[in-house]
């Protein structure tokens, strides 16, 4: 399967301050890009659709102020908690898909925000 | 809608028995579901998938059967091992209703499989 690499695995940072996550896709071009936020023992819920070249579709509910998504190539896509709290502490996931509709998401390793 | 699992359902299984797993889904309009495994902190991997114009597809080990009639999902895992214990999700992928111009993945809640060796 395609590879989806993100960076960093594991972040720890200080209330206030702002963490950037990078999302890969190594050996496809992706037009797409997905964020996700997972909580212990949850499912994954969708924060928003990274689009390449356009502005991200936040999911109902996401502060687009404070996810701040860009999504510069058709390999990369990046996601800046802004203004950490504990609350946004959680496991984030980025996943891509090759264009066309009947195609699966290949995941990244994921990132453990831990805000202190 | 999206589904938020609150508390995991589990599965205790014995090393070599046959693994039921299912999943119910939300949206009609679904016409595509994959099943992935997700170990503890790691994203999920993909196991199979499967289109709405089918009811059953089989992979090594693996077999998902689609019932669109009451929305459910089932993935069966033959003579599971230990290496399968981990959280296993279905997504279905659906036009959202709520506009946007993507096909996007929506998760189930999630069931833990643990195998008992």
């Known amino acids: 399967g395609a590879v989806v690499s993100q960076h960093p695995s594991r972040v720890i940072c200080k209330s206030g301050t702002s963490v950037k996550i990078e999302c890969r896709s190594l050996?496809?071009?992706?037009?797409?890009m997905f964020w996700y936020r997972q909580f212990p023992k949850q499912s994954l819920m969708l924060m928003a659709t990274s689009n390449e070249g356009s502005k991200a579709t936040y999911e109902q509910g996401v502060e687009k102020d404070k996810f701040l998504i860009n999504h510069a190539s058709l390999t990369l896509s990046t996601l800046t908690v802004t203004s950490a709290h504990p609350e946004d502490s959680s496991f984030y996931i980025c996943?891509?898909?090759?264009?066309?509709?009947?195609?699966?998401?290949?995941f990244g390793q994921g990132t453990r925000l831990t805000v202190v | 809608g999206e589904s938020v699992g609150l508390h995991l359902p589990t599965l205790s299984v014995q090393e070599g028995d046959n693994s039921i797993i299912n999943c119910a889904y939300s949206?009609?309009?679904?016409?595509?579901f994959i099943w992935y495994k997700q170990e503890s902190g790691k994203g999920p991997q993909f196991i199979i998938d499967i289109r709405s114009n089918m009811d059953k597809r089989q992979g090594q080990r693996v077999t998902v059967l689609l019932n669109k009639t009451v929305k459910h999902l089932s993935l069966q895992i033959a003579a599971t091992q230990p290496g399968d214990s981990a959280v296993y999700f279905c997504a279905e992928n659906a036009w959202p209703s709520s506009g946007g111009s993507n096909y996007k993945l929506t998760f189930g809640k999630g069931t833990l499989l643990t195998v008992n060796p």
């Open positions: 050996d496809f071009q992706a037009t797409t």
């Open positions: 949206n009609s309009a679904s016409d595509y």
């Open positions: 996943s891509a898909r090759r264009t066309g509709v009947y195609t699966e998401a290949f």
